[in-house]
């Protein structure tokens, strides 16, 4: 191995771990955040009486409610969308070789988007409304791959304008379910739901949110060299013996699991997948190796910070879907004027 190569490692690994230290920073400072104040310190100490009894406790029973009640399964149900969308994100634009894909365009978002208002429609909210999302988003899939399937092959340009027409169908589903709703109470429902928000995650929303993305997530890793030789090129990597069909429909399928779960739990939250693997990118290079491990702590800390302005930026919580696109937007457009020329497709 290269002095060059090993510095690029090591530089890599430099970056996981201040990431690291820069996560759990955030996620304690975003618990002393909100209406009822909470000490660093008495944060730290609650975190770390789960781990080690703290002898003498310094905080009060209200104070240990707000944070692990309260706030903690709300920062944890931020990581892991914004470590999923961002995961999601990297693998897909590795795959399609396209630094504008994101997990919207296999078009497993608006199908579940499309599942989740119909049950609100429907019935109103609860559990149907997860399930309704969930199995329609990975629905969306079969449909997309039905599409794109020709003599048992599928090329990257049908599969994305397949993902396209599925997307602009739902879309327009959803569209008609809106105009079919009570104005007074179901449409209200419906709008802030697809806006994205995390306010009400519990634990057991936590725990569907952890199944249904981190799974998926840890076999995206897992089949980090595979998208590696993926993204030279089919022609190469066919050369190079890669299972591409296999590959990819893998990757697909995860990447449905986690849009979907995300969905279902916390509604459409856009621009995540999009941005956070570019500045990874810009970061660590283009190896899935180092790539995908600092998107999922980019993801999260951003998801995690956006959250946190939308419960404190006004006496109103604000939806994350606003934030992340009004955030998205001008970080996009300063990513690709900035790190194009250094680390941008155009060397990969």
């Keep these: 191995m290269s002095f060059a190569a090993l510095d690029v490692r090591r ?3 430099l970056v ?3 990431l690291a230290l820069l996560l759990v920073f955030s996620v304690v400072y975003s618990i002393t955040l909100g209406r009822y104040g909470v000490s660093m310190t008495n944060a730290w100490l609650i975190l770390w ?7 003498n406790p310094t905080w009060s029973d209200v104070d240990a409610n707000v944070v692990t009640a309260v706030r903690l399964p709300r920062i944890l149900g931020a990581l892991l969308v914004g470590a999923g969308l961002a995961i999601s994100g990297a693998a897909l634009q590795g795959l399609f070789r396209n630094p504008l894909v994101d997990p919207g365009i296999i078009g497993v978002t608006a199908g579940a988007g499309f599942g989740g208002t119909l049950a609100i429609l429907m019935v109103g909210g609860g559990t149907v409304v997860l399930g309704a999302a969930f199995g329609c988003g990975i629905a969306s899939l079969l449909v997309v791959r039905f599409l794109a399937t020709v003599k048992g092959r599928t090329s ?7 993902g396209v027409v599925v997307t602009a169908f739902f879309e327009a589903a959803i569209s008609i379910i809106k105009l079919l709703a009570d104005p ?3 449409l209200p429902a419906i709008t802030y739901w697809l806006m994205g928000s995390i306010a009400a995650t519990g634990y057991s929303d ?3 949110m952890a199944a249904a993305i981190v799974p998926p997530s840890i076999l995206i890793f897992m089949l980090r060299y595979q998208i590696n030789i993926l993204s030279l090129g089919e022609e190469k990597a066919r050369a190079l013996g890669s299972p591409i069909e296999r590959v990819q429909w893998i990757v697909y399928a995860a990447v449905a699991c986690i849009s979907a779960g995300v969905v279902a739990t916390s509604g459409i939250v856009g621009w995540v997948g999009l941005v956070i693997p570019h500045l990874a990118r810009g970061l660590v290079g283009p190896d899935h190796g180092r790539l995908l491990p600092v998107s999922a702590l980019l993801g999260a800390i951003y998801l995690l910070l956006v959250d946190d302005i939308a419960r404190t930026a006004t006496v109103a919580e604000l939806p994350i879907g606003i934030i992340t696109a009004l955030v998205g937007v001008p970080v996009f457009a300063l990513i690709l004027r900035r790190l ?9």
Aim: cysteine-free; glycine content about 6%; aromatic content about 8%.
């Design 206 to 208: 936590l725990a569907l």
């Design 11 to 13: 530089r890599g690994w």
């Design 49 to 55: 009486d789960h781990i080690v009894p703290v002898a």
């Design 16 to 18: 996981v771990a201040a």
């Design 340 to 348: 194009q020329s250094k680390s941008g497709w155009a060397h990969d």
């Design 156 to 162: 990257t340009l049908t599969f994305v304008l397949a």
């Design 184 to 186: 007074h109470q179901k």
